[in-house]
């Protein structure tokens, strides 16, 4: 059976406490400002025109996502793929969704609102890094912020050092590329790859 109205969704869960409920803020507070600083990992969360759906990491030193004295928040665009999807999608759709990380810590935050491409030169130097300015930053008007349990970490134990995967357990993703797009080449190793990615970090 599938679940196709709110109020047979709703049947199945009780309601959401005040807690939950009353957590959403408007804005950044101090503790949320606190986490994006000693974050060093961001999933961007951006939507099509159309509506299709992208989910993108995003990493840097801890604090490598300002926020400025508005209380926006400014992502610096790193050297990637060239793909665009996020950017693209933030043109043609500018509502953006945040999940913020910090290694060790079992609750996230997230951040909602709406983001614009800035390449203006206040937003651009204080994203500046002693490796690079970027190219531009996203810049993110917020309209909900709020902290996420720790149960999702705490079920996967992603922080634990014995829950951690050997790498050997997957192919390369060299190979991995190959067999999936059918490209005939010699497959570049997870060693070679790791140290062509280390020269454009």
């Known amino acids: 059976m ?4 709110l109020e047979a969704l709703r049947s199945l869960y009780p309601a ?4 939950a409920v009353r957590k959403q803020l408007a804005a950044l507070d101090a503790h949320c400002r606190s986490f994006i600083a000693l974050a060093p990992f961001v999933v961007v969360a951006t939507a099509a025109k159309s509506g299709a759906l992208d989910a993108s990491p995003r990493g840097g030193a801890p604090g490598f996502v300002k926020v400025d004295a508005g209380g926006a928040v400014l992502i610096p665009d790193a050297p990637g793929n060239n793909r665009l999807d ?9 509502r953006i969704g945040l999940l913020f990380m910090i290694p060790g810590v079992d609750e996230t935050l997230r951040v909602n609102g709406a983001a614009r491409l800035s390449t203006a030169g206040d937003d651009v130097a204080w994203c500046r890094t002693e490796r690079r300015a970027p190219k531009l930053v996203i810049r993110v008007s917020v309209e909900e912020a709020f902290l996420h349990c720790a149960k999702a970490f705490m079920r996967s134990r992603l922080w ?10 997957l192919p390369g993703m060299g190979q991995m590329i190959n067999d999936q797009t059918g490209i005939v080449a010699p497959a570049e190793t997870q060693q070679a790859m790791i140290e062509r ?3 454009d970090l």
């Open 2 to 5: 599938n679940i196709d109205s």
């Open 86 to 94: 996020s950017l693209e999608n933030i043109i043609a759709n500018p």
């Open 16 to 19: 959401a406490g005040e807690r």
């Open 160 to 169: 634990h050092a014995e829950a951690c995967i050997e790498r050997s357990r």
């Open 197 to 199: 990615y280390a020269r």
